[in-house]
């Protein structure tokens, strides 16, 4: 049995995120609905969808893990969270609930962080036509059976990016424990893949839904380099939105994230600095080309999208390259590199206290005199960085001090 069309239809334009409740249901042929559990009968169960409605759906038609997620549901009485923290959820400035984090603000910044030593990769089908496995965080749907290489690479390289992301001292999204997974959807050619709606990243495609990852097959149908995929810079991207600080930190920090070095699926925090400062343009590392002035940085508004990085990596792109500075500037090289003014900025974000946010970044300067800071910060490091004069925009206060 398959999910009704009324409900495929509401697929469309529907986040993970969804509401207090919701979570992603996938049922026996791999169709995947965000809904939220209202009730629950012998046969059929009442899921309330994004836009209020509520159908009515099957009972057995759902994954090993929804059935599980039902009957931890009726055991609570229907009070089962959305998270696994246990935390209620808070209401913020404008009545919108979301659910705080696990704090770890005042973590030190980790040597090194990757992988643990054991990963299961269940499968929960696996057929020539569909395929459904699954890891701690992620859910991975495939046209075909995944050879085990495959199913390791993919669950390795993306639980590795998120116990990467938990780990650094900023209290990312990441740090929830979902009821719901992520999603990862595979593609066999590159003809598939250009179907797919989302940002492109290299062999993988990021939408506000799920994750697609490209693996190619020679013309016998084997396996062709099946750790090609590298989620790191899409993974930080799609998880940092929803942190909704300017566009200029999540870029950044999705940058910083892939720009890591790796070391047997772990990533290695040590002599960052350094690192980026050698890995430079020659035109920018001696000044010749300019930046982009930190106000334009900071107004850049949300359409700005990631969907050219991986040929920006090959060495093009002032504003990469801006976005990777700043973020390693703010992480190691501020203060006394323990990312404390960053930290202090987030937090603000997290409150939703945006204006309080902006003048902790500033600190009281305008934006050509932190440009100053970061500047001469870097010079240490044989970096002469030289910006650009900010562009003209209407209503922009230039230079002016945050208040």
Known sequence: MTFPVNILSALAGLSLAGGVHARVWTNDRGATVTAALVAVRDAEVDLKLNDGRVVAVPRNIFSGADQEYIQEWVKSGGALPDTDVGNAPETGKGGMSYMRLEPNWNADWPRKAGLAGFLLVKTVQETDDLSIYETDHFIIESPGRLAKPEQEALARRFESILRTLAAIPLNLTVARKPSRKYLVRVCFSEEEMEKVPGLRNGRLKFSPTSFTALLLRDKKGNPVKPDAVDPRFAVTHWVMQSLD????????????????????????????????????????????????????????????????????????G????????????????????????????????DAEEQEKARAILLDGKSPAEVQKDMAEAWKKFGVKLKFAPPSPGEGKAQDSPAR
């Open 245 to 316: 600080v300017e566009h200029w930190l999540v870029d950044g920090f999705s940058a910083y994230m892939a720009f890591l070095p790796r070391e047997k699926d772990e990533t290695v925090f040590r002599k960052i600095p350094g690192r980026l400062a050698a890995m430079l343009p020659r035109s920018l590392r001696a000044g010749r080309d300019s930046l982009p002035a930190l106000e334009d940085l900071l107004a850049r508004d949300s359409s700005h999208s990631a969907s050219g990085h991986d040929q920006i990596l090959k060495g093009k």
């Open 318 to 349: 002032t504003e990469y390259w801006a976005d990777l500075l700043w973020t390693v500037y703010w992480c190691h090289l501020e203060g006394e590199g323990r990312a404390d003014r960053l930290r202090r900025y987030l937090m603000a974000w």
